[in-house]
Nanobody, 128 residues
Framework: QVQLVESGGGLVQAGGSLRLSCAAS????????MGWFRQAPGKAREFVAA????????YAADSVKGRFTISRDNAKNTVYLQMNSLKPEDTAVYYCAATQRASYYSGRHYYPSTYDYWGQGTQVTVSS
């Protein structure tokens, strides 16, 4: 089991940057694939980015590709989401999630149901 705590959210102007962090408890963090999702008011939770257990394989949604980068430091039990060139439409609560399911590696990394553990979320607000 793993517990996740996000941090780094806040208010930023359009065009600015933020780096989100997700700290995980437990000694088996390196065995989990990790994902970032976001949820805006009145909308479904949507996939943002994901990383394999090693960080050697990453994915990003088309809406953030080229602007957001996921990375991880297994020695620090932490996964990051670097967000650049932020837009007002990026405003949402951002969640990190963890999974050991084999389905992650079968192309289901963008489904929230693939992930078993979730953090409490951190608010990101981008002003125009």
């Amino acid at each position: 089991q793993v517990q996740l705590v996000e941090s780094g959210g806040g208010l930023v102007q359009a065009g600015g940057s933020l780096r989100l962090s997700c700290a995980a408890s437990g000694r088996t963090f390196s065995s989990y694939a990790m994902g970032w999702f976001r949820q805006a008011p009145g909308k479904a939770r949507e996939f943002v980015a994901a990383s394999s257990w090693s960080g050697g394989s990453t994915y990003a949604a088309d809406s953030v590709k080229g602007r957001f980068t996921i990375s991880r430091d297994n020695a620090k039990n932490t996964v990051y989401l670097q967000m650049n060139s932020l837009k007002p439409e990026d405003t949402a609560v951002y969640y990190c999630a963890a999974t050991q399911r084999a389905s992650y590696y079968s192309g289901r990394h963008y489904y929230p149901s693939t992930y078993d553990y979730w953090g409490q979320g951190t608010q990101v607000t981008v002003s125009s």
